[in-house]
């Protein structure tokens, strides 16, 4: 059918306007791709080319040199050394279970190193490198080195590693670091990206620990340029990180030292402290460990020999461990009562060898006892039964307060992972956990140091440094960060009365130097040096009223975990007290047989600042006591250092 030239015209028409349309179409869309090509050509030009060095400038976290820590006279107790290490980065390595093969048939590596790595590469970002193998050997870093082109992703480096020059006889001051683990992450808020760095290594205990922030440093980075399989070509920049500040600690590396040997074989703490200005000068908790073993990885068997060890290596008995004090409490009781003006110096009791209060009889340590008993007798030869009168005259609550007062009870602030507050119980103490009404009972046990009572080491010397110099001293264990002094605190007057704290001193010089004083075994001979103290011995096990009888069963003849724990504080000189010592023996038997001698010893060495010389000592013991000091596993003097490099 012929079409009309009406019909012809309408369809040009129609064509031309969809030719119109769909040209406009496509001019707006080349319009669009142009200036979507200038913007980005253009106006975006920097983002992109940021983008292209990305691909081929990788920048990579270096950890910081960790601060290393110093003895009051400047030797070394924590430091840095060099290592070297191969590690891989996952997202260069394209197939990293073959990548480890190939590496474990060039070096040794542990049996469990290929799983722990494959493990840490899923947890962690691709391009952050993860260690294989630390502390290898020259040969092996050669080794990778060479055949590096089939090891893609596989590079030695060079690092630091931590040290510790001194063995176990800081391992629970100082402590220890370990790599960072999946609980450490969750339970910190520390937004620091070295934290992510597989087997970055963080303070676990100690110094180590509670100074990790002022230890850690602050992380330095490196731009490589990498070629197209990831191969590291050339490093372009390197911004070294900031090392974490020295800390230098109050205390005598030789005397810490000292200490841990005199009580080798025991399961004990000593605390030495100054009396002028609460300065730390030994914390030691024996039997200790090597801090090191830990810092390389510590075996299994290793590790569970020190947990089931029944001496207890682990923790800091010095202020982690708890003890009922035993009659190094008295002196708070007689001051208790002085200060409320409940007795005077020459008032009396009579000690038969036992007190009976209602139904109950309450025994002296003297099964004879001690007859007419003032207050410096009291002390010198520790009669329990003057205290078990005074008790009921004082009454709990004074006692509790004069204990808090003379730093008992108290949580010292110290930068130690674990510091025990111990306990001073009280009447609303008892009935807050539900324990029941106070007993007349109660106060008397709590009066010699027994029944719930329970102290620190720690705690105890800070109450010796406090009688001795009347002061609310305060222990110090920082003396400086990076130079920078730290503060004494504690040095205000403890506002009781001089009297009655001259005649406290009193009887503990006579504990020492009386002619019935319990510790007279322990005196020292050399003029202006001489010790005053108080000894103690706490029960772990109740004894029956048969075994009374029939006579209490003597330590000796007891297993060792029955035994009473040795106890002794004191301090010298008498006369111008500076320094004080606490001393607690697990199952030591008697304070005056086990712990007094290891408190003379520890004084002296102090105060000589060297192996305390035989002239010190009464003549009849002097061959006795060369025969200990030549048994004693000393290290030889340290002279000052300040670390390996840190670079």
């Not at 119109?20 to 142009?34: D, R, Y």
């Not at 009562?337 to 020459?346: F, N, P, Q, T, Y």
């Amino acid at each position: 059918m012929k079409r009309s030239p009406a019909d012809i015209e309408k369809s040009a028409r129609f064509i031309t306007r969809r030719g119109l349309i769909l040209g406009a179409a496509q001019l707006g869309f080349v319009g669009v791709l142009a200036g979507r090509m200038r913007y980005m050509q253009l106006e975006q030009a920097d983002e992109y080319r940021l983008l292209a060095d990305r691909n081929r400038i990788n920048i990579r976290l270096l950890p910081p040199a960790r601060g290393l820590v110093f003895d009051r006279k400047g030797v070394l107790l924590a430091g840095n050394e060099q290592n070297y290490r191969i590690v891989m980065v996952r997202e260069d390595a394209g197939n990293p279970e073959a990548i480890l093969e190939r590496l474990g048939k060039l070096i040794w590596l542990e049996p469990a190193a290929k799983a722990r790595a494959l493990g840490e590469m899923s947890r962690r970002s691709p391009f952050v490198p993860v260690t294989i193998a630390d502390r290898v050997s020259w040969d092996d870093v050669a080794k990778v080195a060479v055949n590096a082109p089939a090891l893609p992703g596989v590079f030695p480096e060079m690092g630091l590693s931590r040290f510790y020059p001194m063995g176990a006889d800081f391992a629970h001051l100082v402590g220890y670091v370990g790599p960072v683990s999946e609980r450490d992450l969750n339970r910190t808020e520390d937004p620091d990206p070295l934290l992510q760095i597989p087997r970055f290594q963080i303070g676990k205990t100690g110094i180590e620990a509670r100074l990790e922030p002022v230890l850690r440093g602050s992380a330095g980075t490196s731009r490589v340029e990498v070629n197209a399989v990831g191969r590291v070509m050339r490093e372009l920049s390197r911004e070294e990180g900031v090392p974490g500040a020295s800390v230098q600690l109050t205390v005598n590396h030789a005397l810490q030292n000292f200490c841990e040997a005199r009580v080798a074989g025991e399961s004990a703490a000593v605390v030495v402290m100054d009396a002028r200005n609460g300065d730390v000068l030994s914390l030691a908790s024996a039997p200790s460990f090597d801090p090191n073993l830990f810092v390389r990885g510590i075996s299994s068997k290793a590790y569970n020999a020190l947990l089931e060890d029944p001496y207890r290596p682990l923790p800091n008995k010095a202020t982690q461990g708890i003890y009922p004090p035993g009659s190094t409490f008295k002196m708070v009781t007689a001051l208790a009562a002085l200060e409320d003006g409940l007795i005077a110096s020459d008032d009396t009791f009579t000690c038969r060898g036992f007190i009976e209060v209602g139904s109950r009889r309450f025994h002296c340590w003297s099964r004879g006892g001690h007859g007419r008993v003032d207050l410096l007798r009291s002390l010198s030869e520790s009669c329990d039964v003057y205290y078990y009168e005074l008790a009921q005259l004082v009454g709990i609550e004074r006692i509790a307060a004069m204990a808090r007062r003379l730093g008992l009870g108290v949580e010292h602030d110290l930068p130690l992972a674990s510091v025990a507050a111990g306990l001073i119980p009280s009447r609303s103490w008892k009935l807050e956990n539900g324990r029941g009404d106070w007993m007349i009972g109660d106060t008397l046990n709590a009066t010699i140091g027994q029944g719930f009572v329970l102290a620190s080491p720690l705690q105890l010397a800070v109450m010796t440094a406090r009688i001795a110099s009347g002061t609310q001293i305060s222990p110090r264990l920082v003396l400086s960060i990076d130079g920078v002094e730290q503060p004494v605190n504690g040095l205000e007057p403890l506002g009781l009365d001089p009297e009655n704290l001259a005649l406290v001193r009193q009887g503990m010089y006579d504990v020492v130097n009386g002619a019935r004083g319990t510790a007279g075994s322990s005196r020292v001979v050399a003029e202006g040096l001489r010790m005053a103290g108080k000894t103690g011995t706490s029960q772990v096990r109740n004894i029956t009223a048969a075994e009374r009888a029939s006579g209490v069963t003597s330590n000796d003849d007891l297993p060792w975990e029955r035994r009473d724990h040795a106890l002794f504080v004191g301090y010298a000189p008498h006369d111008a007290p500076e320094l004080v010592v606490s001393v607690v023996v697990e199952h030591g038997g008697g304070g005056s047989t086990a712990a007094a001698p290891i408190a003379r010893d520890v004084l002296l060495a102090a105060l000589y600042d060297d192996v305390p010389p035989l002239s010190a000592y009464p003549a009849t013991q002097r061959n006795t006591i060369r025969s200990r000091f030549d048994n004693l596993d000393l290290r030889p003097p340290q002279a000052p250092s300040r670390g390996r490099s840190q670079a």
